[in-house]
């Protein structure tokens, strides 16, 4: 069962103006980027009001700071926005996480709405609550647990997509069955990006994250498991934001973060070397392998020093007992970490 607040739906007319016709607001506005005013709007502009206010920033995690709060909290003001105003994010993680931290924040906070475009921002960002933004090359390090009034995830918007961006997205999906359903991980290693049924998977998705995400809100325990990869895939994320060749998608680094993370996993006495080739071979399969310079190991490692589940100092990490069983809390080291890059490194 998925609570009210998650509508996966066929019929986007129909959810979003049964939602409109039961809420009550003083002002509405629609935040978007260009990609998202160009493909998904038009989508749902005929099912909103004519008053309804659009801002639109710029697209891109290099736009996801304070400076773009700054400007969406701007035209709520110049719009004379009050307490009673409701905002609709149309977009992926980054307009989800920004117009929801912006509307939590605006006025000590207004309610929202999350419409998520990319297939990562259904399977993933839609659930959990987890909103903010970037602070220099720090991943969401400022930001606030809140619940949008309601997410209604659409799959076809995904149709649209860029396929580095679907392929971004699968990552997630990846991650919730190597951490909960080994069964479901058969299922989607069946195939690679093309043939895949992208309405169910959404759909199991949404549905391990918000199991996990019911029992443990704010993370104080087993929620820690979806970090599963992100501990080394947020420092190598990280470490590309600012990087002259060009960064990598969330997902790409999270492929990056699995696969060392899974290797960690062995040396942690977890998964079996079985284990770790098909996790690894599966991954490399759709993402390829990414150079990360065998001169950058140690400074990417140094990222995980400002990783959130760090605690007193330690880097804690969430890593397989097996496919589809994943423990957390685990104390890793700044040399295990350099290892494990090291190990992807030389695959
Ligand atoms: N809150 C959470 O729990 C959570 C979970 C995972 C990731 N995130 C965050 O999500 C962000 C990444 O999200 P993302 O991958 O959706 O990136 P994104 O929001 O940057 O979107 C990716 C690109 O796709 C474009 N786009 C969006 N929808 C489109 C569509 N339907 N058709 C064509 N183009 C479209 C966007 O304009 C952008 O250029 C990161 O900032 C990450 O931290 C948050």
Not at 8 to 36: K, M, P, R
Not at 90 to 103: K, R, S, T
Not at 150 to 161: N, R
Request: with cysteine.
């Amino acid at each position: 069962m998925l609570p009210k607040t998650i509508d996966i739906t066929t019929n986007i007319g129909q959810s979003l103006q049964h939602f409109l016709n039961e809420t009550t607001y003083s002002q509405l506005a629609i935040l978007v980027d260009e990609n998202t005013a160009a493909h998904c709007l038009p989508i749902v502009k005929s099912f909103l009001p004519e008053n309804i206010l659009t801002i639109q920033i710029q697209s891109g995690e290099e736009n996801k700071h304070l400076g773009t709060c700054q400007q969406i909290w701007q035209a709520m003001t110049d719009a004379a926005f009050d307490r009673k105003a409701l905002l609709i994010n149309l977009g992926g993680g980054v307009i989800g996480d920004m117009g929801g931290f912006c509307a939590a924040t605006y006025k000590r906070g207004i309610r929202f709405l999350n419409l998520p475009t990319t297939l990562l921002s259904q399977v993933d960002a839609s659930v959990g609550g987890k909103l903010g933004i970037d602070f220099g090359p720090y991943k969401n390090h400022i930001g606030i647990f809140k619940e949008p009034e309601t997410v209604i995830v659409y799959p076809e918007f995904i149709h649209s997509l860029p396929q580095e961006e679907l392929r971004s997205g699968y990552a997630e999906i990846i991650k919730h069955c190597l951490i909960q359903d080994a069964d479901y991980w058969k299922v989607i290693t069946q195939r690679q990006l093309q043939g895949q049924d992208w309405p169910a998977h959404i759909d199991h998705s949404v549905r391990v994250k918000y199991k996990v995400v019911t029992e443990d809100p704010t993370e104080k325990g087993l929620r820690k498991i979806l970090n599963f990869g992100h501990t080394i895939g947020h420092a190598v994320e990280s470490h590309f934001l600012n990087h002259e060749n060009g960064r990598l998608l969330h997902g790409e680094a999270i492929a990056i973060g699995m696969i060392a993370e899974s290797w960690l996993s062995i040396t942690k006495g977890e998964i079996q070397e079985s284990e770790l080739k098909e996790i690894q071979d599966y991954l490399l399969s759709i993402y390829g392998k990414v150079d990360l310079s065998q001169e950058n190991l140690e400074e990417i490692a140094l990222h995980c020093l400002q990783d959130k589940k760090n605690d007193t100092g330690k880097i804690k990490a969430s890593l397989l007992h097996q496919v589809g069983d994943c423990a957390f809390d685990i104390e890793i080291t700044l040399a295990e970490v350099k290892a494990a890059l090291q190990y992807y490194q030389s695959l």
